[in-house]
C-alpha cells in the first residue's frame, strides 16, 4: 500500500540555521512521483517539487535542496539559511498510478517554525 | 495565468445544513480534485473530476458529492452538516488525471456549529 511518512511533527530552529525535513515513502509501484508542498498560515497549499522515480538527482533552487534516494525511499528538504518566511507547514505527498489515475497520498506534515 | 480560485473563502453552517463550496481551475486544467484537512486527520481525497466525470473518490460518506461542468469548473456539495464536517476544504487543478503537479486553492474554511 501506497504510504508517506514525516515523522517530525513540529521543528524549531533559530534563523540563518539549517533544516532538513525528513520523508519516507512505501509504493510497489516502480513508476511515481514526489512532490513538497509549503501550506503557509493562509492555508494555500504552494507547489514546491516534483521529482519522478526514474531521476535520483538532486536538485538545488537558491535555499531550498531535494535529496531523493530510493535505496531508503526518503525525499528529504533541506532548507539553508532559513528565515522566518520559512515558518509554514511542509507536506510531503506521492502520486502513483495503481488505480489508473494518479492521486496524491500526502504526509501528515512538518510545522517549521523559524524563530527571529 | 490566474491560479485556483474557490469561493467562498470561510463559511459558517449548522448541523443539519447543507453546503456548496466552488473551485475554478486554472485556465487549461481540466482535472480538478477535493480534499479536506483537518488537525486531527491531515489531507485527505474527497475525488476527483476529469472531463465532468468522477475518476477517483476517497473514503468520505455519501453526504460527500461533487460535479463538475463543461468549463471544468466544480463544485463540492455536502448534505446534512455534522461538526465533524469542519475542515478546510482545498480544492486542486491539473491538465489531466495523471501525473502532471496539482496546483491548490486558498481553499474554504467551513465551520460547523
Known amino acids: 500500500a501506497q504510504k508517506v511518512t514525516q515523522a517530525q511533527t513540529e521543528i524549531s530552529v533559530v534563523e540563518k540555521e539549517d533544516v532538513t525535513l525528513d520523508c519516507v515513502y512505501e509504493?510497489?509501484?516502480?513508476?511515481?512521483?514526489l512532490f513538497w508542498y509549503k501550506q503557509p498560515p493562509s492555508g494555500e497549499l504552494v507547489f514546491l517539487i516534483r521529482?519522478?522515480?526514474?531521476?535520483?538527482q538532486n536538485e538545488i533552487s537558491g535555499r531550498y535542496s531535494w535529496n531523493f534516494q530510493k535505496s531508503t525511499s526518503s525525499f528529504n528538504f533541506t532548507i539553508t539559511a532559513s528565515q522566518v518566511v520559512d515558518s509554514a507547514v511542509y507536506f510531503c505527498?506521492?502520486?502513483?498510478?495503481?488505480?489508473?489515475?494518479?492521486?496524491?497520498?500526502f504526509g501528515t506534515g512538518t510545522r517549521l517554525k523559524v524563530l527571529a | 495565468k490566474a491560479g485556483v480560485t474557490q469561493t467562498p473563502r470561510y463559511l459558517i453552517k449548522t448541523r443539519g445544513q447543507q453546503v456548496t463550496l466552488s473551485c475554478s481551475p486554472i485556465?487549461?486544467?481540466?482535472?480538478v480534485s477535493w480534499y479536506q484537512q483537518t488537525p486531527g486527520q491531515g489531507l485527505q481525497f474527497l475525488f476527483e473530476?476529469?472531463?465532468?466525470?468522477?475518476?477517483n473518490k476517497g473514503n468520505f460518506p455519501g453526504r460527500f458529492s461533487g460535479r463538475q461542468f463543461s468549463n471544468s469548473r466544480s463544485e463540492m456539495n455536502v448534505s446534512t452538516l455534522e461538526l465533524g464536517d469542519s475542515a478546510l476544504y482545498l480544492c486542486?487543478?491539473?491538465?489531466?488525471?495523471?501525473?502532471?503537479?496539482?496546483?491548490f486553492g486558498p481553499g474554504t474554511r467551513l465551520l460547523v456549529l
Open positions: 521529482r519522478n522515480s526514474f531521476d535520483e
Open positions: 505527498a506521492l502520486s502513483e498510478g495503481t488505480s489508473g489515475t494518479y492521486k496524491y497520498i
Open positions: 485556465s487549461g486544467h481540466r482535472s
Open positions: 473530476y476529469f472531463s465532468e466525470t468522477q475518476r
Open positions: 486542486a487543478s491539473r491538465t489531466g488525471p495523471v501525473q502532471e503537479t496539482q496546483y
Open positions: 509504493t510497489r509501484d516502480t513508476t511515481y512521483y
